[in-house]
């Protein structure tokens, strides 16, 4: 792929806490996620910008921001991921990184390497309802990538988008239990589903989760 790179958001304050960071959205993902808000970018081929356009705008951008994120899309299917951050890494800038979890030795290696300050990981479903909701059976994957990220230092959070007509009080109850299983000691965050287009038809939400029927000790906060 030429062009990897759907597209560059100059400047963000929300996605990366505490730093003036630029997100970078990578083409293409291996996952079908019904209710995602990115369908144009999961399903584009290619993207608007080539890894030579991404350092241009860096190297324009050093002093000015801190931090970059690496989403899409699914980041980590960009083949060159590892050399691609160390690149980023010398430029002086903080790695985030957005993942659904299903490569879990490139996340080992990216970990390994140190070139990755902080991981976003989404929790998509419990094991009973991953395929359901990603339409892919990656569960194990994503399990390996979830151990992995729990048992390294790396700064990290587990986070999981909502829509109540696919996700309820019991699968989070299980999501949070199962954190709490692997030893996941951190806030687990629950984003709001905001109505907008999706890959597939989805149905209006009507209301929020109940968080009084969520049963479990693990810290929720809801973003």
């Given at each position: 792929?030429s062009?990897p790179?759907y597209?560059i958001?100059?400047?963000?304050m929300l996605?990366y806490?505490?730093?003036?960071?630029?997100?970078i959205w990578f083409?293409?993902c291996?996952?079908?996620c019904s209710?995602?808000?990115n369908p144009?970018?999961?399903?584009?081929?290619?993207?608007?910008?080539?890894?030579?356009?991404?350092f241009?705008?860096?190297?324009?951008?050093?002093?000015?921001?801190?931090?970059?994120?690496?989403s899409g899309g699914?980041?980590?299917?960009?083949?060159?991921i590892?050399?691609?951050?160390?690149?980023?890494?010398?430029?002086?800038?903080?790695?985030?990184?957005?993942t659904?979890?299903?490569?879990?030795?490139?996340?080992?290696?990216?970990?390994d390497?140190?070139?990755?300050?902080?991981?976003?990981?989404?929790?998509?479903?419990?094991?009973?309802k991953?395929?359901?909701?990603t339409?892919?059976?990656?569960?194990?994957?994503?399990s390996?990538?979830?151990?992995?990220?729990?048992?390294?230092?790396?700064?990290?959070?587990?986070?999981?988008?909502?829509?109540?007509?696919?996700?309820?009080?019991?699968?989070?109850?299980?999501?949070?239990?199962d954190?709490?299983?692997?030893?996941?000691?951190?806030?687990?965050?629950?984003?709001?589903?905001?109505?907008?287009?999706?890959?597939q038809?989805?149905?209006?939400?009507?209301?929020?989760?109940?968080?009084?029927?969520?049963?479990?000790?693990?810290k929720?906060?809801?973003?």
């Amino acid at each position: 792929m030429s062009k990897p790179i759907y597209d560059i958001t100059p400047l963000t304050m929300l996605d990366y806490p505490e730093h003036l960071a630029t997100i970078i959205w990578f083409a293409g993902c291996s996952m079908r996620c019904s209710y995602c808000y990115n369908p144009k970018i999961v399903l584009a081929k290619s993207g608007l910008k080539s890894i030579a356009d991404l350092f241009t705008f860096l190297k324009k951008r050093q002093g000015l921001l801190d931090a970059v994120v690496l989403s899409g899309g699914e980041c980590t299917d960009y083949h060159d991921i590892l050399n691609l951050c160390i690149q980023i890494q010398k430029l002086g800038y903080k790695i985030k990184i957005d993942t659904n979890g299903a490569n879990p030795q490139i996340i080992q290696k990216l970990i390994d390497k140190n070139v990755v300050d902080f991981i976003a990981l989404d929790y998509k479903a419990p094991e009973y309802k991953f395929k359901q909701i990603t339409n892919v059976n990656h569960f194990n994957k994503f399990s390996q990538s979830l151990d992995i990220i729990i048992q390294s230092k790396t700064c990290f959070e587990v986070r999981t988008t909502v829509h109540n007509a696919l996700l309820n009080e019991k699968d989070i109850t299980a999501i949070a239990n199962d954190l709490i299983k692997r030893n996941y000691t951190n806030t687990y965050y629950l984003q709001k589903f905001v109505q907008t287009k999706t890959l597939q038809p989805t149905p209006i939400q009507k209301k929020w989760l109940d968080l009084n029927k969520i049963n479990t000790n693990l810290k929720i906060e809801i973003r």
